[in-house]
């Protein structure tokens, strides 16, 4: 189905109100989600580490779906790759660096969500080196993500019945919290899923025209604007979790969202459609994602702290792969 006429700077505009519907269908997302599980009795600790978490990933996962389903494969992948690099250098580097102090971080997390990261984006890799991430590929990764969730809910119900401080309390929920009944939250929760479905929709079909009229590949918008756009939820969240001294917590959070980029996202849109790897995507997306966890967990393993020159660190790390982004793609 084609909405858009090829003339760039319609598909540019097109792309620019795209993400912004895509950011607002999000909060309402959020907003009726949280609303209709505390209706219906949900326990906290499944809405703040399940729920809100899988909420606030909603255009990456729908973005990367349809992406998928349309038969733009490197779309797809490269709004999730490009997602968690946003993620640990932009969006944590941005909240680091307006941070009014230094963050301590909890080197709980460090030591099992953290490995877990890199685990799998290791096997995700492992995965596309045959040059598709397939159906039965993408089912694998959804069952690690399914045993990981049952994991952390278990650990964390036990934490919290032993008084311990827990993963839950890394999300408020009465943040999204909206006034009104049941059905006030389901049509919330109705337009929010709306809104991602048609902005997604145009978004693919804009980015698209706008590669074909560059002469580049589809990756690269991808790994860059769709990216950047569909990751403004966390950066915002980072920002403003930092500003208020709740840096660790937010770390806590980059690396959930960073897991579901790769498990649910990347799993969820090869079933949906089996994902050819190109060659820029499996040896240099692949790489610097990785690599972007890695530098990101051992800044916050020295001192177990993330001070300024961190954060400084992290967004020139991303200024570099812009640079070298545009250059492996272009030529």
């Known amino acids: 189905m084609h909405l858009l006429p090829s003339t760039p700077w319609v598909n540019i505009v097109a792309l620019l109100i795209s993400l912004v519907v895509l950011t607002k269908s999000a909060d309402l997302l959020v907003d009726g989600a949280v609303g209709v599980a505390k209706k219906l009795n949900v326990p906290k600790i ?47 580097g941005l909240g680091i660096i307006v941070a009014p102090k230094a963050i301590k971080v909890d080197s709980r997390v460090l030591r099992t969500t953290g490995l877990f990261l890199v685990a799998i984006d290791v096997i995700a890799f492992l995965l596309a080196l045959n040059g598709v991430i397939s159906r039965f590929d993408g089912m694998i990764l959804v069952a690690l993500l399914v045993g990981y969730l049952i994991v952390v809910v278990t650990v964390e119900k036990k934490r919290k019945a032993a008084g311990a401080t827990t993963l839950d ?30 902005a997604s929709d ?93 530098l990101m967990l051992v800044l916050a393993r020295v001192n177990f702290r993330l001070d300024r020159w961190k954060g400084f660190l992290l967004l020139s790390v991303y200024v570099a792969y812009l640079v070298v982004s545009i250059t492996v793609f272009f030529t």
């Open 202 to 294: 145009i978004l693919v079909e804009s980015a698209v025209n706008i590669a074909h009229f560059l002469a580049v590949p589809e990756g690269i918008i991808a790994l860059t604007v769709i990216a950047i756009g569909t990751s403004i939820p966390e950066i915002a969240t980072s920002i403003t979790a930092f500003k208020k001294g709740h840096g660790d917590l937010s770390l806590g959070n980059i690396i959930g969202a960073d897991i579901l980029n790769v498990l649910w996202i990347i799993g969820a849109s090869a079933i949906a459609n089996p994902i050819t790897v190109s060659d820029e995507m499996l040896y240099f997306a692949f790489p610097v994602m990785i690599g972007v966890v890695v």
């Open 46 to 92: 499944i809405i703040g580490i399940v729920l809100v978490g899988f909420a606030t990933t909603a255009p990456e996962f729908t973005v990367s779906v349809i992406s998928a389903v349309r038969g733009f494969p490197e779309i797809a992948l490269g709004n999730a790759i490009g997602s968690v690099i946003v993620d640990d250098t932009l969006a944590l």
């Open 169 to 198: 309390d890394a999300v408020e929920i009465d943040e999204y919290i909206k006034p009104g009944p049941l059905q006030r939250q389901l049509l919330l929760f109705a337009i929010g899923v709306l809104g991602l479905i048609l």
